[in-house]
């Protein structure tokens, strides 16, 4: 016991105290239960899986994030990259499982990332899924439940942009660009609009080798377009499927009275290899700098890969601890109570175990309470605690009131101090709190 | 993406399919309530830590267990072990804290044992500690926390058991046992009482070196006397602080009424290096067999190791795993609803908007509601998937329906079928469900 340690976190790792983590809880809690309502069930997974159980579905720079290691008995694993790996691991293992099959699941994740502004290196995730179903009803759901869910956090101005690959790869060979490599150019170009602003993005693209201003021009015009009539646009044969599912969403979402917190933009590429069809992104309108707070797509081949036949599948992911951010930025950050109700003050020995009997029955009665620590400091000295505490209500037991069954109750928020019965305090701290 | 790999789990971890995870869920929800009710404030750490940081404080064997790894930054690190040894560090690390700091944490945990009948390698525990204080008031709360956080549960049949190292060492001394090697030993035999039996424990302690008949007879009055009057023991000088904490435990759990939960008994001598005074053990009344549900103690000197002076501290942490185990066997396993209350069903395609509509207006009341995922199926179908849903209502739109703005809402439990305008379809199922 003589080596000192310094105390410390690992960088990109985060402690929260207890006013932060209770804020959190109190978010994971509203966004858990829109989840519900709409349908979702839980489930949950191990953080740690066996690395081919991951690897080959996040792309060559996803995979370098992964936390893997070998086990003390020899295993190649790898700590969680995300929650929908493990979700299609689980619809190919237990393949009795009736479809389709509507999950949630709040878990931590783990990415080596380089720690920068709001991007750590263990996060919270909260998703929900549909696996086993093509219809864009699914895809329209789970947004749905991404939208209820952040709403019932109190975001009110945020968009969800809805992409789909095919039809932007059918949009850019109708503005004619068709070489691949340059296509991947093109994108990664076009990702950056948000940040530089489409004057830089046009400038880039006239720059582009294999695009050039005619064709630069036609697919800012073509882009621009379908964000507003994604239907009357000329696509090649190979986009009309993809069109289809990104309308039927849109309809859905319509129908359920959503379209105001939905936009098609089809700019959107998630960086994911699984991604097939669909796929989704939400900015908050005041913090666009923030990224994506909601994420998510179609992945119908992704159960392919663990050998059994394609399964369609589609999702979203809620990033809570960037949304915990974002919703500090605006003012609008969640302060859960962390203090009890009533702190229970005994002054002297005398009184503490009716003290303690006291602090016994407001707890059964659903009130939170405990007794101060020092039973046998001053009164001055126990009050002082209870108002760090930031309880609302100290009930204090002297000799007097022990002889007589009450208490003297005192509301910090009125500075009114009353003698109530002990049984009569759950009702009286109760009513008022 | 053609190498297939076998969906599997890692032996010792997890998954937790819907209807389990439910009844989990609905565990820690209650089992936080609890805590939050005793005035324990929510403390969030990160899974991985710096290795040194949990080292040289699980013995030996413990350490074993860790998962220990190097990062992709060269870093020795580990994942967390148990959750007390986290809030240590913060404590350490956060020197402004006010104390007592009183927190509660619920987080996975792993070890790397030997998976067993109940035993497993990712587990969760639910924490509450009192960290700043050496008063035997802190270590009854906690108890008294955990006592309430497993009658929430609905167990009533379960024994705290207290014991203090310095009281048993005192005792062992009284008995006429001092060699520390013997005592280890003896600690070692009386730790197999539930397993074995007195009558054999009695047999090995009579056969072991440095005991013999004498003192193994001393040596179990003495701890049976203990059960009922630890008081009244005569004990060594060393023992007479070690045996006031111990008495005040049990004084304030008295007075808050929890005397029926609670018994001494000395033969506890939990594993881990870090405990210094009071350890504790719960055992059920039914599944002696199970082994401890809910564990702690004090340690005094824990975080000494991080360079800063002693913080006596105390805590219980609570096995969810274990628990839930426990419930099943009881037949009091807890069953979450892991349906929702109305399934959606739309007659034909001019009646699906109508049905996303009401989809919506449902959640947005509070009614957990879905549509079906194939509103082209026909209404046996669509109710055969309400049915595998276990949603207690079905409400149907077909073109009627629509044209007079109701729904026919079909009633599972009862077999009743009503109709009902959409603006009260959330009033008579909520009314109902």
Sequence with gaps: MTV?????????????????????????????????????????????????????????????????????????VALRYDLTVPLARVAAQYRDLPKPF??????????????????????????????????PLADADCIAAGILALRSLGLTRFAVRIGNRAVLNGLLA???????????????ILDK??????????TMLDAQE??????????????????????????????????????????????????????????????????????????????????????????????EMYGVPAIPSVGISIGVDRLFAALAELGQAPTGGAGPAVIVCPMGDGALDAALGLVAALREAGVAAEPVPEPS???????????????????????????EGVATVKDFTTGEQVRVPWAQVAAHVGGAG
Tied chains: 1, 2.
């Design 4 to 76: 000192r340690v310094e105390p410390r976190l690992l960088k990109g790792f985060r402690d929260f105290l207890p006013a932060e983590e209770a804020g959190r809880a109190w978010m994971l809690a509203r966004i858990t239960r829109a989840f519900s309502l709409c349908g979702f069930a839980p489930l949950s997974t191990p953080a740690i899986e066996y690395a081919d159980v991951l690897l080959g579905k996040y792309g060559v720079e996803g995979e370098k994030l992964l936390y893997r290691f070998t086990d003390n008995g020899g295993r190649d």
């Design 102 to 135: 509507r999950r949630f699941q709040v878990g931590t994740v783990w990415r080596a990332e380089k720690p920068a502004h709001g991007r750590f290196r263990e996060f919270v995730q909260c998703d929900a899924d549909i696996v086993g179903t093509a219809s």
């Design 174 to 188: 109708t503005a004619g660009i068709a070489d691949p490599a340059v296509c991947v150019e093109v994108l990664r």
């Design 193 to 202: 609009m948000d940040k530089v602003g489409s004057d830089a993005v046009r």
């Design 210 to 303: 294999g695009v050039g201003p005619d064709a630069a021009g036609r697919l800012l015009t073509l882009l621009d377009r379908a964000q507003s009539d994604v239907g009357g646009l000329d696509l090649p044969e190979s986009a009309q499927a993809g069109r289809d599912q990104l309308l039927g969403v849109l309809a859905a979402l319509r129908a359920m009275g959503l379209a105001d917190h939905v936009r098609v933009d089809l700019r959107i590429a998630r960086g994911l290899d699984y991604y097939t069809g669909n796929v989704f992104e939400t900015m908050l309108d005041d913090l666009p700098g923030m990224g994506s707070v909601m994420s998510g797509g179609r992945y119908d081949s992704l159960l």
């Design 377 to 403: 400091a001053r009164l001055k000295k126990q009050l002082e605690y209870a108002a760090r505490r930031s309880a609302r209500f100290a009930a204090i037991l002297g000799e007097t009131e022990v002889a």
